[in-house]
Nanobody
Framework: QVQLVESGGGLVQPGGSLRLSCAAS????????MGWYRQAPGKERELVAA???????NYADSVKGRFTISRDKAKNTVYLQMSSLKPEDTAVYYC???????????????WGQGTQVTVSS
Protein backbone atom coordinates (compact mmCIF):
# COMPACT_ATOMS: atom_id res chain seq x y z
CA GLN A 1 0.00 0.00 0.00
CA VAL A 2 1.61 3.20 -1.21
CA GLN A 3 0.67 6.32 0.68
CA LEU A 4 1.62 9.97 0.42
CA VAL A 5 1.15 12.04 3.55
CA GLU A 6 1.44 15.82 3.58
CA SER A 7 2.26 17.97 6.56
CA GLY A 8 3.10 21.56 7.36
CA GLY A 9 -0.04 23.38 6.35
CA GLY A 10 -1.68 25.99 8.50
CA LEU A 11 -2.61 29.62 8.89
CA VAL A 12 -0.06 32.26 7.99
CA GLN A 13 -0.14 36.02 7.51
CA PRO A 14 0.46 37.61 4.11
CA GLY A 15 4.17 37.88 3.51
CA GLY A 16 4.88 34.94 5.76
CA SER A 17 6.44 31.59 5.03
CA LEU A 18 5.44 27.97 5.31
CA ARG A 19 7.17 24.70 4.53
CA LEU A 20 5.18 21.71 3.31
CA SER A 21 6.45 18.15 3.40
CA CYS A 22 5.16 15.02 1.72
CA ALA A 23 6.51 11.57 2.47
CA ALA A 24 5.78 8.53 0.34
CA SER A 25 5.76 5.15 2.02
CA UNK A 26 5.00 1.55 1.18
CA UNK A 27 6.41 -0.94 -1.28
CA UNK A 28 8.13 1.44 -3.68
CA UNK A 29 10.49 0.42 -6.44
CA UNK A 30 11.19 3.92 -7.67
CA UNK A 31 9.71 7.39 -7.83
CA UNK A 32 9.86 9.46 -10.96
CA UNK A 33 8.37 12.95 -10.97
CA MET A 34 6.97 14.48 -7.81
CA GLY A 35 4.96 17.62 -7.48
CA TRP A 36 2.70 19.91 -5.57
CA TYR A 37 -0.77 20.89 -6.69
CA ARG A 38 -3.34 23.14 -5.10
CA GLN A 39 -7.06 23.59 -5.31
CA ALA A 40 -9.04 26.56 -4.11
CA PRO A 41 -12.82 26.31 -3.58
CA GLY A 42 -14.62 26.30 -6.91
CA LYS A 43 -11.36 26.18 -8.85
CA GLU A 44 -9.56 23.54 -10.85
CA ARG A 45 -6.66 21.75 -9.28
CA GLU A 46 -3.50 23.34 -10.64
CA LEU A 47 0.15 22.44 -10.72
CA VAL A 48 2.21 24.57 -8.37
CA ALA A 49 5.63 23.01 -8.76
CA ALA A 50 7.17 19.79 -9.97
CA UNK A 51 10.55 18.14 -9.75
CA UNK A 52 11.98 15.22 -11.68
CA UNK A 53 14.12 12.49 -10.22
CA UNK A 54 17.07 14.29 -11.79
CA UNK A 55 16.22 17.52 -10.00
CA UNK A 56 14.76 19.51 -12.88
CA UNK A 57 12.09 21.85 -11.55
CA ASN A 58 9.07 23.59 -12.99
CA TYR A 59 6.88 26.25 -11.37
CA ALA A 60 3.60 27.93 -12.05
CA ASP A 61 4.12 31.54 -13.08
CA SER A 62 2.18 32.71 -10.05
CA VAL A 63 4.70 31.24 -7.61
CA LYS A 64 8.00 31.71 -9.40
CA GLY A 65 10.52 33.43 -7.20
CA ARG A 66 8.48 32.74 -4.08
CA PHE A 67 8.22 28.95 -3.83
CA THR A 68 10.96 26.35 -3.98
CA ILE A 69 10.44 22.64 -4.51
CA SER A 70 13.02 20.10 -3.44
CA ARG A 71 13.22 16.41 -2.68
CA ASP A 72 15.12 13.93 -0.59
CA LYS A 73 15.27 10.75 -2.63
CA ALA A 74 16.59 8.68 0.25
CA LYS A 75 13.53 9.60 2.31
CA ASN A 76 11.03 9.52 -0.57
CA THR A 77 10.04 13.01 0.47
CA VAL A 78 9.24 16.17 -1.45
CA TYR A 79 9.15 19.64 0.07
CA LEU A 80 7.63 22.96 -0.86
CA GLN A 81 9.13 26.03 0.74
CA MET A 82 6.67 28.88 0.39
CA SER A 83 7.68 32.47 1.02
CA SER A 84 6.08 35.88 0.50
CA LEU A 85 2.70 34.22 0.77
CA LYS A 86 -0.35 35.98 -0.62
CA PRO A 87 -4.05 35.53 0.14
CA GLU A 88 -4.48 34.06 -3.33
CA ASP A 89 -2.18 31.21 -2.30
CA THR A 90 -4.94 29.97 -0.01
CA ALA A 91 -5.90 26.46 -1.08
CA VAL A 92 -5.65 22.81 -0.23
CA TYR A 93 -2.22 21.66 -1.28
CA TYR A 94 -1.74 18.12 -2.54
CA CYS A 95 1.44 16.25 -3.22
CA UNK A 96 1.69 13.95 -6.18
CA UNK A 97 4.14 11.30 -7.28
CA UNK A 98 4.60 8.96 -10.22
CA UNK A 99 5.60 5.69 -8.59
CA UNK A 100 6.64 2.25 -9.78
CA UNK A 101 5.96 -0.58 -7.36
CA UNK A 102 6.95 -3.65 -9.42
CA UNK A 103 8.51 -2.63 -12.73
CA UNK A 104 10.24 0.60 -13.61
CA UNK A 105 8.23 1.05 -16.80
CA UNK A 106 4.87 0.52 -15.08
CA UNK A 107 4.03 3.49 -12.92
CA UNK A 108 0.94 4.90 -11.33
CA UNK A 109 0.10 8.33 -10.01
CA UNK A 110 -0.50 8.70 -6.29
CA TRP A 111 -1.99 11.60 -4.40
CA GLY A 112 -1.81 12.74 -0.83
CA GLN A 113 -4.87 13.66 1.19
CA GLY A 114 -4.09 17.35 1.07
CA THR A 115 -3.15 19.97 3.62
CA GLN A 116 -4.89 23.31 4.06
CA VAL A 117 -2.90 26.49 3.61
CA THR A 118 -4.66 29.69 4.58
CA VAL A 119 -3.05 33.08 4.05
CA SER A 120 -4.95 35.76 5.91
CA SER A 121 -4.50 38.69 8.24
Amino acid sequence: QVQLVESGGGLVQPGGSLRLSCAASGSILSINDMGWYRQAPGKERELVAAITRGGVTNYADSVKGRFTISRDKAKNTVYLQMSSLKPEDTAVYYCNADIAVRFAYLTDVYWGQGTQVTVSS
